[in-house]
């Protein structure tokens, strides 16, 4: 055999009834280097295999206990990553079917020469080299897209959504992720991708608003040649172009009627036919959907079908918009600033402690992607290193910008979110009453202690009449009590 060792193939199994062959085996590949364990029947393979990891294993087929089959399997099913080669004294087709069907990478016919069985190991070793710089590759997606790290933010919206992102990922469970435009939905889908055992497949992105209506079907399932004027060739549809992965489908709530009773057969049966076609195609793919409509209100307008609403939202994702995450903008701004570095190759670039306030203030309509698309056009444009407010002249904080972070609106809006954000706000029929007595109550209650319990004078700061305070009082159920020396 020739000497091509590499550290991808380290740790070898022979498992074989005949002492010849383990001994000739052993020899050899002890010879380049490689750590070599035999194994004189099927059951004692399966044993050394549950104490240790091998990165290939050589199994004769026909042994005592379980056979070369048998292992295999086990194998596959408790150590994917070990690559297996079969050898069989009967060159059947049966054997040799079964044996790839299994999983086998390979598979070898007594006698045979070390030649045969060194190029297999050769091509092996190669594989396994492959197979590591794919799960390198893999970890090194899956660090770049780990949630908190693509996806900026540590407030306590934000912390919410990384929860649910954290026990859905791995799944296979159909995710429903709604938000206003610019929230950065598609960026949550792909995370949810790249954190899932698809990682390696597709991730397929539609826009359904995008399209067409009478072209989405097409996009959606593909065509066969002939299927209309024009169809010259087949086309395959995204659903066939996920195969394995994911396919996000932005926008959701713009489909048409007729299409979502064709999507919501899809989601049930996992199958589709391409437009003038009779071949059921089966199917393999995660949804992730997305909208900024109110779904709910959709359903009951008639204009999205309930039982694909509820097909889609078995999990749903809110995404908080950025007016309901201010803490997060500091970092926000920091993160696209270093990305403007990279992305222009511009100088590093910091934001002035004023520029900084006028961004948190700004009301963001367009949400994470206009505040981006700002950062990106002040730092191409900045004469020095440091952004000013003056970087930032559309940004008039007159103008439909939010109330100054320490304001009273402010801090009453902060907690009013974060306390709504607990609640199931589609059970409630009276929060406009209970947000208002919470807020007149300890109102009420201040105003009358700063004038010393004197309900005229507590009347005249509050700028309501004198009878009103007292049915108030009385419907809070304050109590009043005058200081001693009153």
Known sequence: ?????????????????????????????????????????????????????????????????????????????????????????????????????NGAYDYLTKPFDLSALDAIIFKATNAAEVTEQIDQLKREIQSQYSFGRSIIGNSQAMQSVYKTLGRVAGSDITVLITGESGTGKELIARAIHMNSPRLGKPFIALNCAAIPRELLENELFGHERGAFTGATDRKTGKFEQAEGGTLFLDEIGDMPLELQ???????????????????????????????????????????????????????????????????????????????????????????????????????????????????????????????????????????????????????????????????????????????????ERPLINIVLQKARCNQVRAAEILGINRNTLRKKINTLKIEVKRNNGD
């Open 261 to 439: 009773a064709k999507l919501l057969r899809v989601l049930q049966e996992k199958e589709i036919t391409r437009t003038g076609g009779q071949q059921i195609i089966k199917v393999n793919v995660r949804i992730v959907a997305a909208t900024n409509q109110n779904m709910t209100k959709q359903v009951e307008a008639k204009t999205f079908r309930e039982d694909l609403y509820y097909r889609l939202n078995v999990v749903p994702i809110a995404l908080p918009t950025l007016r309901e995450r201010r803490e997060d903008i500091p970092a926000l701004v920091d993160f696209f600033l270093q990305k403007a570095r990279q992305d222009f190759g511009i100088d590093a670039i910091e934001c002035s402690p004023q520029a900084l306030e006028l961004l948190k203030g700004h009301h963001w309509p367009g949400n994470v992607r206009e505040l981006e698309n700002t950062i990106n056009r002040a730092s191409l444009l900045c004469p020095n290193h440091v952004l000013t407010a003056t970087d930032f002249p559309d940004l008039d904080p007159g103008k439909g910008s939010y109330p100054n972070e320490d304001s009273l609106e402010a801090l009453v809006c902060r907690k009013l979110q974060s306390s709504l954000a607990q609640m199931d706000l589609t059970e409630m029929n009276n929060l406009y009453e209970m947000v208002l007595h919470q807020i």
């Open 1 to 101: 055999m020739k000497e091509h060792r590499t550290m991808a193939i380290s740790r070898i199994l022979v498992a074989d009834d005949e002492e010849s062959i383990r001994w000739v085996l052993s020899k050899a590949l002890k010879k380049q280097g490689y750590d070599v364990e035999v194994a004189e029947d099927g059951n004692q393979a399966r044993k050394m295999v549950q104490e240790r990891h091998y990165d290939l294993a050589i199994l004769d087929i026909k042994m005592p206990g379980a056979n070369g089959l048998d292992v295999l399997k086990f194998i596959r099913e408790e150590h994917p990553s070990t690559l297996v080669v079969i050898m069989t004294a009967e060159a059947t087709m049966e054997h040799a079917v079964t044996a790839m069907k």
